[in-house]
């Protein structure tokens, strides 16, 4: 009795296991429609795009005031970059942020922590090579008392070619 049962029990484990891992690379489409943003959502884009401005004005104090202590970069196949190799990267005049835009938004919210993810689209140079594209980011910010800071950031590029469009303020449309 308990044979054929296990035996039943592991072919449909089988299958649906095969049906779901089929599926899991397929990229779904954009919705097209108009998304009004919830009050997480403006927030943080609100501060990804205060960090990418600070960037761009080389402004090293002011993106140190908006990490963690013990911020933390990870990026695929390199090593993690710790908070302070990280801001002097981004703020020496080898890197140079001419453009960007923040689009596909979406937060959850953990009590003090939250995790954002959005695509960063910039048009950039490091050291004189081009450093633009598109990027996938995962941010994790912890709340200290009334304010946000970036604890970890993790980024993978998606492209090299920039879409169309690329607007430093999202529209709401995007």
Do not use: H
């Not at 299958?15 to 599926?23: K, R, W």
């Not at 942020?97 to 937060?107: E, P, T």
């Not at 048009?123 to 090579?129: E, L, P, Q, V």
Request: net charge neutral; no cysteine; aromatic share 8%.
């Amino acid at each position: 009795m308990q044979g054929p049962f296990v035996f039943r029990l592991m072919s449909v484990l089988a299958v649906v296991s095969l049906l779901a891992t089929a599926q899991e690379p397929v990229k779904p489409k954009l919705n097209p429609r108009i998304m009004t943003a919830t009050r997480q959502v403006t927030l943080f884009t609100g501060l990804e795009i205060k960090m990418l401005q600070t960037i761009q004005k080389s402004d090293k104090a002011g993106l140190e005031a908006m990490l963690t202590e013990d911020f933390a970069l990870e990026m695929p196949n390199v090593e993690r970059m710790e908070g302070d190799d990280w801001v002097d990267s981004v703020t020496t005049k080898d890197f140079v942020l001419k453009k960007f835009g923040v689009r596909q938004v979406s937060v959850v919210e953990l009590g003090d922590a939250a995790v954002v993810k959005f695509d960063r689209l910039q048009d950039a140079t490091y050291k004189g090579a081009t450093e633009s594209g598109e990027f996938f980011v995962v941010d994790v910010w912890k709340k200290t008392g009334d304010t946000w800071k970036l604890a970890n950031r993790f980024v993978s590029k998606v492209s090299s070619v920039l879409p169309p469009n690329t607007d430093a303020k999202p529209t709401g449309k995007q």
